[in-house]
């Protein structure tokens, strides 16, 4: 078991640019969770699928952020136009159907410059 | 809507010495709580776990008890070493409104020194 993949560990954006933030979930988990971690702001949730489909995503900024889940297998999350605010470790987590504990990916830390 | 406080941020003790770590939490329904820890450059990951009123959680040497009276979850050990330098955080989930959804506490970073 791989846990939970994130690509890429780094990515650095120009502002204006976009960034697209990979996660694979763990297999058979039925649940994608996304995050947003700050130094200021702490552990953000931003959104959440099930079953790929997408159940809340009230955590997301309105503008610029996107995410979606093409298959099991993968989510992304899109930010367009990237600000430097948008600087952060994105988390990525999964959990089985039902069950409590979410297990995170190590991460993908974005800097936008 | 959910929110999880814990109050040190920052947290520096000599190894062998015992640490409590405050969580306190609101909700409006039934509260899951639980504590992740992260290392440096790591991903968070489960401590502790519980829903049970007035039941002690043990994991790796630290223990919690949820009390729902004073809706509090503290992080405890008697003993600290230091490789349990890192960052916990405390969290809630209410299974009601938002199934799942970690709601987590700001984090304190626990620096354990020889």
């Known amino acids: 078991n791989a846990g939970v993949i994130q690509t890429p560990r780094h990515k650095v954006t120009g502002k204006g640019q976009e960034a697209t933030l990979w996660c694979e979930p763990i297999?058979?988990?039925?649940?994608v969770f996304w995050y947003r971690q700050t130094i200021v702001q702490g552990l953000e949730f931003l959104t959440y699928f099930r079953n790929q489909a997408p159940i809340d995503d009230s955590g997301m900024p309105k503008e610029r952020f996107s995410a979606q889940m093409p298959n099991q297998s993968h989510s992304t999350l899109k930010i367009q136009s990237t600000q430097p605010q948008d600087s952060a470790v994105y988390l990525c987590?999964?959990?089985?159907?039902?069950?409590?504990?979410?297990?995170f990916g190590p991460g993908t830390r974005l800097t936008v410059l | 809507g959910d929110s999880v406080t814990q109050t040190e941020g920052l947290v520096t003790l000599t190894k062998g010495l015992p640490v409590m770590l405050n969580c306190t939490y609101q909700?409006?329904?039934?509260?899951?709580l639980f504590w992740y820890v992260q290392h440096l450059n790591e991903a968070p990951k489960l401590l502790l776990k519980?829903?049970?009123?007035?039941k002690r959680t043990e994991h790796q040497g630290f223990y919690a008890t949820l009390h729902k009276s004073s809706s509090s979850f503290h992080l405890q050990k008697s003993s600290v070493q230091l490789s349990d330098s890192a960052l916990y955080f405390c969290?809630?989930?209410?299974?009601?409104?938002?199934?799942?959804?970690?709601?987590f506490g700001s984090g304190t970073k626990l620096t354990v020194e020889p």
């Open positions: 519980s829903s049970t009123d007035n």
């Open positions: 987590a999964s959990s089985p159907d039902w069950g409590d504990e979410q297990y």
């Open positions: 297999s058979g988990h039925s649940a």
């Open positions: 909700t409006t329904y039934s509260p899951f």
């Open positions: 969290a809630l989930s209410d299974k009601v409104t938002n199934y799942n959804v970690l709601y």
